[in-house]
């Protein structure tokens, strides 16, 4: 009775006051990386002029966040979580602090854009890698931080934390440019990371659940591997995230049809950044107060769907305010996938193992959006920006299709 009591409570997680702490750091941080992605995107855009550019800062991050993601996920349940997470924030504090010098009118003056682009891309490498640890991190802490039958609120409010934070940094990004400039900007988002950094310091250690030299490293990365494959439920949804981002990505030329397709400059940029965001916040919050409470799988499956539809309008829009209410919607939907698939996979993964397979989640599912605007920026190159976002829409339908055929298991779920 008191397990369906606090299933029904919305304010369960809430009430934790640790959780508490790890949602304002992580709504703090998450704000200062939104702002920072969209600076960049416009920043590139607009030093070299060349929509492929917007794709190679995607793949700069994806390359090392990939690469160390099996890998981090071994040391993160090997480790002291707290710890690994404030190192992570200082060194995106670090990354934040090297771009803003390569902003000022002293390195302008004294470097050609296209070496500035280049250094920028060198960053953009180097917080991929730290986002490889920090990412899945913040997931495994909430698990260790909520009891079980609080899952479910907590990764809705945990979700709604990072999704609060990732429209209002895209929004403010894009006005904050038009006002300040990059280097103004900038200094936004340092102090947004040191605030950050002060808040998750107050967390609590969380010592690893494995014992250090249990098993080689390797043998541990195979072990979150196979568990993954093994879990038919978490595979076919890491699975249909995954192709539906990487096809989906059209916010990735949101830069060439604010600035070229509907002529809005650096403020509509900064609205078009925003609007899927601010679609899942709205999503997210009546998903807090109103859970999905049946046939979450089949409902996982709708919502990808229209969210590819959604992409194809995008693509054909010349009006802003289509572009605008496209995009809302499909966060909209894509927030009720965020929220069911991180759900099942808080559910679905035991104590001892979570760094691996959050990590293995974070290499297929988070880089795919830094390989999806990567992907965008080529067939933006080899198609043009139109029919690239198209295609990447209709390719988004096909996988629900065939993930709808190739994951019963997933679409029969409940929880």
Partial sequence: MADEQLKQDPYAAIRISEFRNLVAGRFLFIMGLRMMSTLVGW??????????????????????AVSFALYAGHV???SEKRKLLIRGVALYFLASLILLFLSTSFT???????????CIFAVIFCTGIVRSFTGPVFNVILAQIVPKNTLQNATTW??????????TGHAMGGFLIALLGNTGTLMIIVLLIISAFAVLFQLKNRPALNERGEKKTWDSVKE??????????????ISLD??????????AMVPVYARDILKVGSIGYGFLNGASDFGSIIIIIILTFFPIRHQQGKKLFLAVA???????????????????????????????SVVTRGTIMQLKTPDNMRGRVMSVNSMFINSSNELGQFESGVAAKLLGVVPSVVFGGCMTLLVVGITWFKAPSLRKMEY
């Fill in 242 to 251: 995954l192709f539906a981002v990487l096809f989906g990505g059209a916010v």
């Fill in 76 to 78: 993160i349940d090997l």
């Fill in 158 to 167: 945990n979700q709604g934390a990072w999704l609060s934070a990732s429209v």
């Fill in 224 to 237: 979150g591997l196979r568990f993954v494959f093994k879990t038919k439920e978490l595979l076919g949804a």
């Fill in 43 to 64: 920043w590139v855009y607009n030093l070299t002029n060349a929509p492929i550019a917007i794709g190679i800062v995607g793949l700069s991050e994806f390359v090392p």
């Fill in 108 to 118: 302008s003056s004294h470097i050609k854009n296209h070496q500035i682009a280049i």
């Fill in 306 to 336: 229209g969210f590819g539809i959604c992409i194809i309008i995008f693509g054909f829009s010349k009006i802003f305010f289509i572009s605008f209410v496209t995009l809302m919607l499909s966060g909209i939907l894509d927030g009720i």
